[in-house]
């Protein structure tokens, strides 16, 4: 039994019957009052999610902000209510930009909602109104006029010549011509063209639609469900963030209750050994990290700003730097979404149009060589017939649009900038005196313009409906021959198989006294002009970054909504698919008959997909996740906006992309362009070798602390290190020094490199080996140094005060390390980074105050030091430094070599 919601594939009486309508009078108000109670009003719902304070609360549900929670309860305990204030402060900034983010769905929601807000006139007891679409009721009869936008989905019952922008929905760059006529029940969405679509744009024509679908039955109330109901997940930084917090968690827990215990063996009295085992968790805990990873992952927000990428979700920075997919829609993305013709044919003459888009800068050449239009008869006539044969607009960039832009049909809009590309004035035509409007069911248009020596029609349309009409052909020195129809055809499919729009173009001169033209006029002895062909092009910078990924182990594939030829064609000029690869693009319908657990398998081998619904954009990048695949998904429309949620991070058009596609993804690009996603992946980049740095940088302080407590209550021995003293340590340092690692610069082929596997941990076991042999090295430092300074007759608070100290130096020593994990900081450069310098000589003068000013020694129980142990200190720093140079050159010397190669060749 047919599908009664299958309304394209049903004539339109049974349409008819099944919604108990009229196509002639429409609803009667009575019955407009029943269906509205109903079915509802014709709006989106609102997904409302939790609450306000719930989603607050969660924020504080992840391990690390436990960790946290534990030092504010610490310090709280030992009276230490700056500190206390300065961790929770930390917890409460992150937990409100986790807030902010959340409310992103919500958002898109409500955009959606927004997109329906708009008036429109139904026929209803026989007579015309003009309604809020909110009233709109299932079974209504709807008037479409050229520049409405759709408010409901419904059934065409009667169109002439009606073309709809559904570039939002279906990806399509060409407005769809729409029909009546019955369709396969099987068409997918792009295809149905007896069907009109909410949040769509009449660009040309009218026609009576039947309402079939109101608020979120429609299509685009689908799409509404599937981002309210598609989870978003984990950034990869924010897993490997939470298996390490794990892991420190237990580490602290178990070694704070390895040091309880050692305590009381030695007979220490319970508090004793309870505040030692205080002062081991402390000095654990890396207080600093979440601000440093909130600020460095700001700062890389602020790099990406200025590189035209625009960051709503902070992980997202370093989600880039791990993307091993980019799925990019097609449309307005890897092409600007403006037909341009790109080539001619006239007299005999195939020419090349240079330039991109809209903007009217370009020529036409014959191979290499530019062609003046004006001395070729034939190819100057095709263009004039472009240019009659017209209803577009071309505007100028002025004080509030930047760019060119049309009003009109884009494909008549790319004939306006091809006449201006040779040299045509839009605004001298001749004096137009009548007119054939472009009609389905002739697939022409035809114009009588006013001229000297007896009056022109012009003609333009489809190839299959002007060559027949045609018997004579304009050759360059503006004479008639014979016209080769074969030889004509041949070239108009070669150049349709490469995707291309061809448009024919004709003319007939008439008499001077003929004012007024009908089909009769021009059915034949027609002189045929030429050719020109059209497409959305690539943006040439596309290509280029195309190139940039597959060499960064990046792959791109292209889903769109658009056709499979158009598709891939765009594919093969980009790079996505080799030029003579023989492996087709995968259409909707094809995903339709093929097995979900196939999908897999499919989304990972294939790369061009088109004809695909909202529906098989979230599928694929779904297959891909579960491959284990970190997805970047681009787009501008609402047909992207639930792929782009769900992607582990969505990149969305800022320009000329749709609201709710704003609003569902994590990033948006201020250019359109997807070049400016390549260098995003490698500002993303930068910024997790920035954040992997700081982790190995920061966790040998806390490893040395908590070694130099554990080994004081093991020996029995006074702490060298309160935990007053080890907040200072990690509060000071990380915010002073560790943080100027997020100003480090990216390291050279950086792009050249495959991305960060997602399932990697934080830290491998070289970097675990080195945090290890750091932590030591720091514990024996300032261990020895402590006893050392007690033996020579120092008080505790000296010697405490050395021990602090020299974690603080032995710090700054390694920061110079850590600028790079396997090359040394001459080959970095010494200065290359000027903030490492002011970030140490701060440090500098806080470890001062900290030494010397008596209000910091009553506050910290420290004291003044000599100068010989200022030199001590120096000394082991210095060595600490010298020593993992070593390490890092007996490590890497090889690989070094061999990246400085791979720099150079990447150059």
């Avoid at 509802?40 to 924020?59: A, S, V, W």
């Avoid at 009218?206 to 978003?232: C, F, P, R």
């Avoid at 979440?290 to 992952?297: D, E, F, G, K, Q």
Wanted: proline share 4%; aromatic share 6%; glycine share 8%.
């Amino acid at each position: 039994m047919r599908n009664e919601t299958d309304w394209h594939s049903q004539p339109v009486e049974e349409v008819s019957a099944n919604l108990h309508a009229d196509c002639v009078e429409g609803l009667k108000i009575d019955e407009v009052s029943e269906r509205h109670a109903r079915y509802g009003p014709n709006k989106l719902t609102e997904h409302k999610g939790d609450g306000p304070i719930k989603r607050f609360l969660m924020q504080f549900h992840q391990p690390l902000v436990y960790i946290l929670l534990a030092a504010v309860v610490v310090t709280l305990a030992l009276q230490e209510w700056v500190d206390a204030a300065v961790i929770f402060a930390v917890v409460i900034v992150n937990a409100i930009i986790g807030f902010v983010q959340e409310a992103k769905a919500l958002q898109a929601i409500s955009a959606l909602s927004g997109s329906l807000h708009s008036s429109v006139t139904v026929i209803r007891e026989g007579k015309r109104e003009t309604v809020d679409a909110e009233a709109l009721v299932p079974g209504d009869l709807v008037v479409l006029q050229a520049g409405d936008k759709v408010s409901a989905d419904m059934r065409l019952v009667q169109e002439r010549d009606l073309r709809i922008d559904e570039s939002a929905l279906t990806g399509e760059s060409v407005p769809s011509e729409k029909d009546t006529a019955v369709l396969a029940s099987d068409s997918v969405l792009g295809d149905r063209h007896n069907m009109a679509y909410s949040s769509t744009l009449v660009t040309y024509g009218n026609g009576l639609g039947l309402v079939t679908a109101t608020g979120d039955a429609t299509e685009i109330g689908k799409i509404s469900e599937l981002i309210a109901t598609t989870q978003t997940l984990d950034t990869p930084l924010t897993k490997r963030i939470k298996q390490f917090s794990h892991l420190l968690l237990y580490a602290i827990v178990a070694l704070s209750a390895v040091t309880l215990l050692v305590g009381w063996l030695h007979g220490k009295p319970v508090l004793d050994a309870f505040m030692a085992a205080v002062a081991l968790a402390v000095g654990a805990i890396p207080e600093g990290l979440p601000a440093a990873v909130t600020i460095m992952l700001a700062i890389g927000v602020s790099r990406m700003a200025k590189r035209r990428a625009i960051i709503r979700n902070l992980p997202a920075v370093e989600t880039l730097g791990s993307t091993t997919v980019i799925c990019s829609d097609k449309t307005g993305t890897l092409t600007k979404n403006e037909m341009t013709v790109k080539e001619l044919w006239a007299g005999g003459q195939h020419l090349e149009a240079t330039g991109n888009g809209y903007d009217p800068e370009g020529l036409f050449q014959n191979g290499t060589m530019p062609t003046d239009v004006q001395q070729s008869a034939a190819v100057l006539a095709t263009l004039q017939a472009g240019l009659f044969c017209n209803e577009a607009t071309l505007h100028s960039p002025n004080a509030d649009e930047a760019q060119w832009r049309i009003s009109g049909d884009p494909t008549e809009a790319a004939l306006l900038v091809a006449a201006r590309k040779g040299g045509l004035d839009p605004d001298a035509i001749d004096e137009r005196l009548d007119s054939i409007p472009f009609q389905s069911e002739y697939q022409y248009m035809a114009t009588l313009h006013k001229g000297n020596e007896g009056n022109l029609i012009y003609l333009k349309g489809s190839f299959e409906s002007l060559l027949p009409r045609c018997n004579t052909l304009l050759d360059n020195d503006g004479n008639s021959v014979p016209l080769a129809q074969d030889a004509v055809q041949q070239l108009t499919e070669s150049m349709a198989a490469r995707g291309l729009r061809v448009l024919a173009f004709a003319r007939k001169s008439v008499d001077n006294d003929v004012t007024e033209i009908d089909h009769d006029v021009v059915s034949e002895k027609l002189e045929f002009l030429g050719l020109q062909a059209m497409i959305d092009p690539p943006r040439p910078e596309a290509m280029r970054a195309v190139e940039a990924c597959h060499k960064a182990g990046v792959d791109v594939k292209m889903i769109t909504g658009d056709h499979a030829l158009t598709a891939t064609s765009i594919a093969k000029q980009l790079g996505i698919i080799g030029k003579d690869e023989t492996n087709s693009a995968v259409t909707g319908r094809d995903l339709s008959q093929i097995d979900t657990s196939e999908w897999p398998a499919l989304a990972r081998e294939r790369k061009v997909f088109a004809r695909v619904t909202p529906e098989n954009k979230l599928a694929l990048v779904e297959a891909l996740q579960s491959e284990g695949q970190v997805v970047a998904m681009t787009g501008d429309g609402v047909n992207d906006a639930p792929a782009l949620r769900r992607a582990d991070i969505g990149v969305a058009m800022a320009l000329n992309g749709t609201e709710v596609a704003r609003e569902a993804a994590d990033m948006m690009l201020t250019d359109d362009n997807f070049a400016t996603v390549r260098a995003a992946v490698e500002e993303g980049r930068g910024v997790f070798d920035n954040l992997k740095k700081f982790i190995v940088w920061t966790l040998p302080t806390n490893g040395g602390e908590a070694l130099v407590i554990l080994l004081a209550v093991l020996l029995g021995i006074s702490l060298p290190l309160l935990p007053v003293h080890i907040l200072w340590v990690n509060m000071t340092t990380a915010i002073c020094l560790g943080l100027m690692l997020a100003f480090e610069p990216k390291e050279s082929g950086i792009m050249q490199r495959p991305p960060n596997s997602p399932d990697a941990p934080i830290l491998d076991s070289v970097l675990l080996w080195r945090i290890v042999l750091v932590s030591s090295l720091l514990c024996a430092a300032a261990f020895g140094l402590y006893e050392l300074e007690l033996l020579w007759g120092a008080s505790e608070a000296e010697a405490r005060t050395v021990a602090v100290a020299m974690f603080v130096v032995g710090e700054a020593f390694y920061l110079m390390n850590c600028r790079s994990l396997h090359r040394s900081v001459l080959a970095v450069g010494l200065f290359s980074n000027p903030w490492i310098w002011r970030g140490i000589a701060v440090m500098a003068v806080l470890q001062l105050a900290f030494t010397y000013l008596p209000v910091m020694n009553q506050w910290f129980q420290t004291a003044p030091i000599g100068l010989d142990s200022w030199l001590r200190i120096l000394a082991c720093g210095l060595l600490i430094s010298v020593v993992v140079s070593v390490e890092k050159w007996l490590r890497f010397r090889h690989q070094d070599s061999r990246l400085q190669l791979t720099a150079k060749v990447g150059s």
